[in-house]
């Protein structure tokens, strides 16, 4: 898809990001819901399933969960070029996607942590500690469901629609009850998709 | 790994990362060990083989790197860093978990753009964010047993989740005002219940 974006738009980018760093309790994932809402359904800056693409990716790949914001940026980024197609040009917006959309997620919440940390650990027994960490645990869970539910939610009604559910389930179920390995999963997803059988 | 000299012989020998260079590579490898999370191989990275951390160290460092806005592995990577080498420890620590990390992520991704037109391809991306959203859906059950121990009780707990989830999943609420209108609610919920054990405490 293509889009432009102006600078306004660009800084529009960073300070949503610069905003859900805030309120990224429990790891960035946990705010995936409102980056959707906010990038796919009210600015249309990439469609749902570049979003859900970039989430798969960064779950296929090692490290921290929270790099599927960067290929956020990227994918948007080079929406606003017109594809990898546009060369440097196309390269340079993408990691300019990268770089504002990573400052902003990081920076805020990587300051609070700083300042917080050496304080929150010489006062964890203060009963206010204790009653957010337990007040927000419900919380953190439930944002983890319902990022999980709303990636699921993405299919495009004319693919096989029922089949990516299924494999959903399942993949929730052998994730919860077993020690599998998630590779082999994420691997098994690859290869049924591959072939064309979801 | 040879252990550090300067606490050989002391009664409590303790191993700590020998440099900012240490730390760095030390969370490099961990990080890019960390498929689908990286939870489980801090765990087993930073208290069994490494020991910079007993397992009870472990676990509070934990909990504070996850109340923390922001991506728990970083944070805690973050605190660890600053507790060594202070303010240069931390930048050390975060850059090291995600430095190799994004530029992998990147290849990937450009490397995807590359075939993203073929439909196999894409059938391989979709098959796979089915499974990614079971990931993520199944990383947050798995946490629910957690909630027995908490002060609120089970029942106000799965109404909590309950709650978030409706608002988030189904209504699309921005976050912002689920986190203020039920977050609040859950931490002064939680506050109350916590000053009644406190009292409960004190009677028995």
């Not at chain 1, 994932?29 to 960064?58: H, Y």
């Not at chain 2, 309950?162 to 608002?167: E, R």
């Not at chain 2, 921005?174 to 109350?192: D, E, K, N, S």
Request: with cysteine.
């Amino acid at each position: 898809m293509s889009i432009t974006l102006t600078a306004a738009q660009w800084f529009e980018l960073f300070t949503h990001f610069a905003s859900l760093s805030l309120l990224a309790v429990g790891g960035a994932i946990t705010t995936a819901p409102d980056m959707q809402r906010f990038l796919v359904v009210e600015k249309g800056w990439l469609d749902a399933e570049q979003f859900s693409n970039c989430i798969a990716l960064a779950q296929a790949a090692p490290g921290p969960n929270i790099l599927f914001v960067p290929l956020l940026g990227w994918t948007i980024g080079l929406n606003a070029a017109g594809g990898l197609g546009a060369g440097w040009y196309g390269l340079g917006l993408a990691m300019l996607g990268v770089f504002l959309s990573m400052l902003g997620i990081m920076l805020p919440s990587s300051i609070l942590t700083f300042t917080a940390s050496r304080w929150g650990h010489r006062n964890r027994e203060l009963r206010a500690v204790r009653a957010f960490k337990q007040g927000m645990a419900p919380l953190v869970i439930a944002l983890l469901v319902a990022t999980g539910w709303i990636l699921a939610a993405n299919h495009k009604a004319d693919t096989h629609h029922l089949a990516l559910w299924a494999v959903t389930a399942l993949s929730t179920l052998l994730v919860w009850k077993t020690k599998i390995h998630l590779l082999w999963l994420l691997g098994a997803g690859a290869l049924a998709g591959w072939m064309g059988w979801i | 790994m040879p252990p550090s000299p300067t606490t050989t012989p002391s009664p409590t020998p303790r191993a700590a990362p020998r440099s900012k260079t240490d730390l760095f590579i030390s969370f490099s490898l961990l990080a890019l060990q960390g498929f689908g999370g990286v939870l489980a191989v801090a765990q087993r990275e930073l208290v069994d083989r490494k020991q910079w951390l007993t397992a009870e160290e472990f676990v509070e460092d934990w909990a504070v790197a996850q109340i923390l806005p922001g991506p728990n592995v970083v944070n805690l990577s973050l605190m660890l860093g600053d507790r060594y080498f202070g303010w240069r420890g931390a930048l050390a620590g975060v850059a090291g978990m995600l430095s190799f990390p994004l530029v992998l992520v990147l290849v990937l991704a450009a490397a995807f753009a590359g075939v993203a037109d073929n439909p196999q391809a894409q059938g391989a991306l979709r098959g796979m964010g089915a499974v990614a959203a079971g990931l993520i859906i199944a990383a947050g059950l798995r946490l629910v047993p957690a909630l027995k121990s908490n002060v609120m009780g089970l029942g106000a707990c799965l109404a909590l989740m309950a709650a978030t989830f409706v608002a988030v999943a189904l209504l699309r609420v921005p976050l912002i005002w689920v986190l203020l209108g039920l977050g609040g609610l859950g931490c002064i919920w939680a506050y109350r219940c916590l000053g009644h054990l406190a009292a409960q405490k004190e009677a028995s």
